[in-house]
């Protein structure tokens, strides 16, 4: 076993140390150990079962077209590696894992771990707050990825109605501007910097803008 | 209890019948039942536990800006309804959930339905499937929506360098295109349409394009 505090652990975390060897040692687990800059999984490798980081840092990075790295995040000491993938049809590592520092990480293979899920109710639990925020985060990505093309729309229609020779100006402020569209700020103001930021539109000053791409906005 | 036999259930399938009303006579649980066009569910309705559909044909729909149903997908006898927001931090429906026949409905109270999972390893392995299943398609649609931008920019660029007149003759199919981007053929496909619908270039004939929207293609 290894010499770090299971219950210091997030995934262990309040549970009774003693019960946390107790559960262990009914299933077979492994500790794994890299070194920095080890690459611990690469993208698309099987996943046989759970990885929980118990020391050191990983991040997770995607190989661009480019041939660059791109960090998608950091897992932090008491993290799972990939949970959502261990079950379902696609046991597959979406990311590369990359060891920042010396780490090491209890693995359980996934009939084991079905094993400790119902042994222990908090633990069952755990993991399926993990996994099911997991898909609750993606959800929400997705939503608004897909909405902020509506928002888009209805920025344009906005730009469209008000413009006088290609200007626009802007009465009311931007949180106004989005509670009569009934999206939130933030939403609104990434949606209005797209527009800018791709020479759609051109900001003037405060609250003035220029249309430099009528056709774009009447097709959206 | 419901006169369905339980282990035609999906969720239940294979397991013996009785053992499933064993399991079931140990935990709490309710049988809801709802009309043809009944609201079962309304997006935001807090989730309390797990719903399975039992009987006839459950839609999930979302309003539309313009007050329009837009319907989701179909819940057939079997699947369980928002399966992956019953845990995790974020536990309302995401959509409206309508009875389009006669439904009956398992409910099954959170802390009970982890009393099931811990009675039976089956259940306990079904269950993870079903919610890793759904953040794994989430992850696969969002990975698309963020990719297929890309696509498009690979896409434009051959188009600009191309182009004589603004006419584009492809002289390689499809298929060899999509190998050449490293990109799957249907989300080149799916792509190469967006931009024909969104009028940024036309299809004149077979493999033959006129660009309409140089500016757009060259921003992107």
């Known amino acids: 076993m290894t010499n770090i505090d299971l219950n210091k652990i997030e995934f262990f975390k309040g549970i009774d140390n003693e019960k946390i060897i107790a ?41 661009k077209d480019s041939g660059e790295t791109k960090k998608i995040e950091e897992l932090s000491n008491g993290k799972i590696m990939a949970s959502a993938f261990i079950f379902g049809s696609f046991n597959n590592f979406p990311v590369d894992i990359i ?16 094993k400790l899920l119902t042994q222990d109710k908090i ?3 755990r993991f ?13 990505n997705l939503w608004e990825s897909i909405s902020n093309k509506r928002i888009d729309k209805k920025l344009a229609e ?7 020779n290609q200007i626009v100006e802007l009465n009311i402020s931007i949180k106004e501007l989005s509670e009569y569209f009934n999206v939130s700020r ?34 959206l």
């Open 23 to 63: 559960d262990l040692t009914k299933i077979d687990y492994k500790i794994l150990k890299f070194k920095k800059d080890d690459i611990v999984a690469f993208r698309g490798d099987e996943i046989k079962g759970m990885y929980i980081n118990l020391k050191g840092t990983l991040v997770t990075e995607m190989l």
């Open 99 to 114: 060891a920042k520092s010396d780490v090491e990480i209890l693995y359980i293979e996934k009939k084991e771990l079905l």
């Open 123 to 125: 633990l069952l639990e």
């Open 128 to 140: 399926l707050n993990e996994i099911s925020g997991k898909a609750q985060f993606l959800s929400k």
């Open 158 to 164: 906005y730009f469209l109605n008000n413009e006088k």
């Open 186 to 219: 933030p939403s609104l103001s990434r949606v209005l910097k797209e527009l800018v930021d791709n020479k759609k539109i051109e900001k003037i000053k405060k609250g003035m803008y220029k249309i430099l791409e009528r056709n774009y906005l009447e097709n």
